[in-house]
Structures are given as structure tokens and as C-alpha cells.
């Protein structure tokens, strides 16, 4: 097989795009304070890309002009789809579907938004931009800032460094709920109070207990305090942080350089030999997130 490399985005795609955007302006978004998260992006000096809000009617038309791209990996089938940034498109995507509507119901729309955060804030802000081709008719994009989703690296198409990406990604949206919450009162509020940085203890199924601060936290549909994966894995690089001051820097860097990225491996090491490489393998997932968080608080505690 022979691989090409394009820096240039392929026409399909910029058509693709262009088509997204001019059915779902941004100006037509309902229920997300748009202006506050564009910005807070703005405020931390992060690049501003294009996005959509989606709710479940406008699939058809989504699955329509995207074809056969496969650009959500089959997650618009799925129940649990938040959000989702692609990075073929250079455009971020929330969705109101799946746990979204319980938890914006609970906690309010700050919910929302903060996802939007997530995608925009924090994947959105990857500066690789190298598409890479087979058959010059699809195109990957195989690093996403922290995160490598090189498919011709292991056959299997499994993820590097997923649990940094979203950490990274996390942090953002963490961010943006410390500075924008507190003064809407809202149920998240009432239930765990105004301050952001209160430890709630959760127990995850095979990691333990754990300790996470209230800005990562949801209310579920019973209105219980809840986590997702990508809240442990922003908590866990959040310490790391504090730990070693000169790593929150690198982590905005690697997201556009390859040496700031083998820098960031070397500080995240000097930590703890080896850790660098253990929280960048492994799936996506609670228990693997929890046990990556669970390590971290042991070696910076
Ligand atoms: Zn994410």
C-alpha cells in the first residue's frame, strides 16, 4: 500500500463542510451560550474552529451529506454519543441526544456547553493537520493533538494516548464550568455547592475510590453526582500539572509540536519513570481512565 500526505483538507471534504455548515448555522443554536464559549476559547488563547449543535431530527441530513466517510466511526448510531470532534473536517460536533438531554435536564445547560468546550477547547485545538491516503478517496487524519490514531501503526485500529487527549479535553470543559457556574445557581450548585474545587468521593467497579473535584461532576436523572471517563482522565492530568509545573505548558504545545510532545513524555516521567507510557496505552473507557487517575494520585500525593 502507498500512502500520500496532504496538508491541504480534500475538496469532498471542504464541500462536506461547507454543505454542514450552511444547514446548521451557528447562529440557529438554541440553548448553548454560544458567545460564553467562544469567548472563553478565545480568552485562553486557543484557535476557534467551526461547529454544530445536533439533535436526533437532524441525523438523516447529517448521514446524508457525510455518505460513506464513516468521519463518527458509527457513533451516531450509538446511545452514549456526546460530542465528537472530527478532525477530517476541522469541525466540532455536540449532540443532545444520549446521556445530554438527562444530564442538561439535571444539571443545565452549562452541561452542554461544557461538552462543547471539550470538543472546541480541547480536541479542536490539535494543529496537526497531515490527511493521509490510499486510494486518494478517503482521507485520516492519524494524530489528533496528544492522541495517534495511526490505523496502519496496529491493524486492530486501536488509539494511543487517548487518555491525555481527553484529560486535556476534560480540563477545558472543567475550566470553563469553574469560571461560568457558580453564579447561575443552578442544581449542581444546590446539591454540592458553589465550590468548584470540593473532592466528591465516587467508587469505580474495579479501581476504588476516588476523589474528583465538583467542576468535572454531572447530576444524573435521579439527580446523583456522577462522572464520565473523560472526568477522571482531566482530574488525573490536572494533578500532574500541580506536580510538575512544567507540564501544563507542554500539553498545550504537543498539541502542535512533536518535540514539545517528546518533552512532555520526559516531564511526565521525571514524575515517575515509565508513567508516561502507561497513561498513554489503553482504552477509552471508566475503568481504565479511573485506574490511570488512581495511579496518578498515588505517585503525586
Ligand atoms: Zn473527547
Request: charged share 30%; net charge negative; aromatic share 8%.
Amino acid at each position: 500500500m502507498k500512502f500520500e500526505h496532504s496538508n491541504e483538507m480534500p475538496p469532498d471534504y471542504e464541500r462536506m463542510k461547507n454543505e454542514i455548515l450552511a444547514e446548521f448555522p451557528k447562529e440557529k443554536i438554541t440553548g448553548v451560550d454560544t458567545k460564553t464559549v467562544e469567548d472563553f476559547i478565545i480568552g485562553q488563547g486557543l484557535p476557534l474552529k467551526e461547529y454544530a449543535v445536533l439533535s436526533e431530527e437532524d441525523l438523516p441530513k447529517i448521514r446524508d451529506i457525510i455518505g460513506d466517510s464513516n468521519f463518527f466511526h458509527g457513533m451516531l448510531e450509538g446511545e452514549k454519543f456526546a460530542g465528537s470532534y472530527i478532525p477530517e473536517l476541522q469541525m466540532a460536533f455536540v449532540y443532545r441526544r444520549g446521556i445530554v438531554p438527562l444530564a442538561t435536564e439535571t444539571t443545565g445547560n452549562i452541561f452542554l456547553e461544557g461538552l462543547l468546550v471539550h470538543e472546541l477547547g480541547g480536541h479542536a485545538t490539535s494543529g496537526y493537520n497531515d490527511f493521509v491516503t490510499t486510494d486518494k478517496k478517503h482521507f485520516d487524519v492519524p494524530r489528533l493533538g496528544l492522541c495517534i490514531t495511526n490505523h496502519q501503526k496496529n491493524n486492530e485500529g486501536t488509539m494511543e494516548g487517548l487518555m491525555l487527549e481527553e484529560g486535556w479535553a476534560d480540563m477545558q470543559y472543567a475550566e470553563y464550568v469553574k469560571t461560568s457556574r457558580p453564579e447561575k445557581k443552578d442544581s449542581l450548585v444546590r446539591e454540592l455547592g458553589a465550590d468548584m474545587e470540593k473532592l466528591i468521593p465516587f467508587t469505580i467497579p474495579e479501581v476504588g475510590t476516588i476523589e474528583v473535584p465538583v467542576k468535572y461532576i454531572y447530576l444524573d436523572e435521579e439527580y446523583s453526582p456522577n462522572v464520565r471517563a473523560t472526568s477522571l482522565a482531566g482530574y488525573a492530568l490536572e494533578l500532574l500539572c500541580k506536580k510538575n509545573p512544567k507540564i501544563k505548558p507542554l500539553l498545550f504545545e504537543a498539541r502542535n509540536s512533536v518535540q514539545a510532545l517528546r518533552d512532555l513524555a520526559k516531564e511526565i516521567d521525571a514524575i515517575r519513570p515509565g508513567l508516561y507510557e502507561e497513561l498513554q496505552s489503553g482504552e477509552y473507557s471508566i475503568k481504565s481512565f479511573g485506574k490511570k487517575l488512581k495511579e496518578v494520585m498515588d505517585v503525586c500525593g
